[in-house]
């Protein structure tokens, strides 16, 4: 069979995920909201990259120079932001690939501006605050506008294109009113300091449409950076309740082949030990079932549980790191050769999209 038949495989449509970034964009261009399209949930596939780039974000931004890096040669012009606050060893690389970075480090910025007088260039620089989920950003505010004076007057050949926050990460903090006025307060006394509008106030990722739906979005927030949102567009949906249905929930397909069809008990047969994980798991006795094993497992896709099959009437059962067992005892007739399809959370989507073993296939 040709090798480009093999399974499994990761099926993207790029006309449904550029609907989602388009239908999304439009919203928070209609509050005076630009979009930076996040691209790091599918590991940054440039033919990703580049609806984002169509549907006409201001950024393509990623945690990862690794994924911004080959965006220019695919043939992307919009401007790149590197949204993790990057290392002092990154400095260099920042500089090279990135436009615009996320910054909360007095020590970074000094090495960036370094960094960007040698290779000539202006790097942009947002400053982080953070308001309580306590990943990154400056504590201390007073700190925060010391530091953006610093870049305004001292580092040159840096540009101080303006504050954001990030919320919803680690302390699952709502970007709620207050946080936004909150990041604004801060911006304000920036600008009172260095005498000149900000350009931007980025108020948070995919979390921050909520406030945006709810029409709490204060008026001076300028720039979200969106990915989950239009990339699986479930979480808003189905986490925080929002009736999203014009949205694709079927950009990313993936594929996996049946390689063995057997009745077997459902409970294990002799001394139980630990799995190959060295977990003790708790098993049901189902008595014997019908299950059929896949050619995939959790070095592709991470943990078995997250995996949605699209037929309702198949169970994942668990999984070693190369096999996937799945019950097919209530489904149709399923055969060796078969292929068995599924939707996926945000972490299987980044484990298989960096999974040398699964195929990408765009439609
Ligand atoms: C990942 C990330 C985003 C995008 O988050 P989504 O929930 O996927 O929209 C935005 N900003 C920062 C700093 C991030 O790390």
């Given at each position: 069979?040709?090798?480009?038949?093999?399974?499994?495989?990761?099926?993207?449509?790029?006309?449904?995920?550029?609907?989602?970034?388009?239908?999304?964009?439009?919203?928070?261009?209609?509050?005076?909201?630009?979009?930076?399209?996040?691209?790091?949930?599918?590991?940054?596939?440039?033919?990703?990259?580049?609806?984002?780039?169509?549907?006409?974000?201001?950024?393509?931004?990623?945690?990862?120079?690794?994924q911004l890096e080959p965006l220019r040669e695919f043939g992307i012009q919009t401007p790149?932001?590197?949204?993790?606050?990057?290392?002092?060893?990154?400095?260099?690389?920042?500089?090279?690939?990135?436009?615009?970075?996320?910054?909360?480090?007095?020590?970074?910025?000094?090495?960036?501006?370094?960094?960007?007088?040698?290779?000539?260039?202006?790097?942009?620089?947002?400053?982080?605050?953070?308001?309580?989920?306590?990943?990154?950003?400056?504590?201390?505010?007073?700190?925060?506008?010391?530091?953006?004076?610093?870049?305004?007057?001292?580092?040159?050949?840096?540009?101080?294109?303006?504050?954001?926050?990030?919320?919803?990460?680690?302390?699952?903090?709502?970007?709620?009113?207050?946080?936004?006025?909150?990041?604004?307060?801060?911006?304000?006394?920036?600008e009172e300091r260095i005498g000149r509008e900000l350009e931007y106030i980025s108020g948070?990722?995919?979390?921050?449409?909520?406030?945006?739906?709810?029409?709490?979005?204060?008026?001076?927030?300028?720039?979200?950076?969106?990915?989950?949102?239009?990339?699986?567009?479930?979480?808003?949906?189905?986490?925080?309740?929002?009736?999203?249905?014009?949205?694709?929930?079927?950009?990313?397909?993936?594929?996996?082949?049946?390689?063995?069809?057997?009745?077997?008990?459902?409970?294990?047969?002799?001394?139980?030990?630990?799995?190959?994980?060295?977990?003790?798991?708790?098993?049901?006795?189902?008595?014997?079932?019908?299950?059929?094993?896949?050619?995939?497992?959790?070095?592709?896709?991470?943990?078995?549980?997250?995996?949605?099959?699209?037929?309702?009437?198949?169970?994942?059962?668990?999984?070693?790191?190369?096999?996937?067992?799945?019950?097919?005892?209530?489904?149709?007739?399923?055969?060796?050769?078969?292929?068995?399809?599924f939707r996926l959370c945000y972490a299987n989507l980044v484990y298989v999209t960096g999974?040398?073993?699964?195929?990408?296939?765009?439609?």
């Amino acid at each position: 069979m040709p090798a480009h038949n093999r399974n499994p495989k990761l099926i993207v449509d790029l006309s449904k995920l550029r609907s989602n970034i388009e239908k999304v964009r439009i919203m928070c261009q209609d509050a005076g909201i630009e979009m930076a399209g996040v691209i790091k949930g599918f590991r940054g596939l440039p033919q990703g990259a580049k609806q984002f780039e169509q549907a006409g974000c201001k950024f393509i931004a990623s945690s990862r120079l690794d994924q911004l890096e080959p965006l220019r040669e695919f043939g992307i012009q919009t401007p790149l932001m590197m949204i993790r606050v990057p290392m002092l060893t990154e400095a260099y690389d920042v500089v090279r690939i990135a436009d615009i970075s996320l910054n909360s480090d007095v020590q970074v910025l000094k090495e960036l501006n370094k960094q960007a007088g040698a290779q000539d260039k202006k790097h942009k620089v947002i400053l982080m605050a953070d308001l309580g989920d306590l990943r990154e950003g400056f504590w201390d505010k007073a700190d925060m506008v010391e530091a953006a004076v610093m870049v305004e007057n001292e580092l040159h050949n840096l540009e101080l294109a303006g504050v954001g926050t990030n919320l919803g990460c680690y302390g699952s903090i709502a970007p709620t009113r207050d946080k936004m006025e909150e990041l604004i307060s801060i911006a304000e006394r920036i600008e009172e300091r260095i005498g000149r509008e900000l350009e931007y106030i980025s108020g948070g990722a995919t979390s921050g449409l909520t406030t945006l739906m709810d029409g709490e979005m204060p008026s001076r927030i300028n720039l979200l950076r969106i990915g989950e949102g239009v990339i699986l567009a479930r979480d808003l949906q189905d986490i925080w309740g929002y009736d999203m249905s014009y949205l694709h929930k079927d950009v990313f397909t993936l594929r996996a082949e049946v390689i063995e069809v057997r009745d077997k008990p459902t409970h294990p047969v002799g001394k139980i030990m630990i799995d190959c994980f060295g977990r003790r798991p708790i098993y049901e006795d189902r008595g014997i079932r019908k299950r059929a094993l896949l050619g995939i497992g959790r070095v592709d896709y991470g943990t078995p549980e997250d995996l949605m099959p699209i037929n309702k009437k198949i169970k994942v059962v668990g999984a070693s790191s190369d096999h996937t067992i799945i019950d097919v005892e209530d489904a149709e007739d399923i055969h060796v050769g078969d292929v068995v399809d599924f939707r996926l959370c945000y972490a299987n989507l980044v484990y298989v999209t960096g999974s040398r073993n699964v195929s990408v296939v765009f439609i």
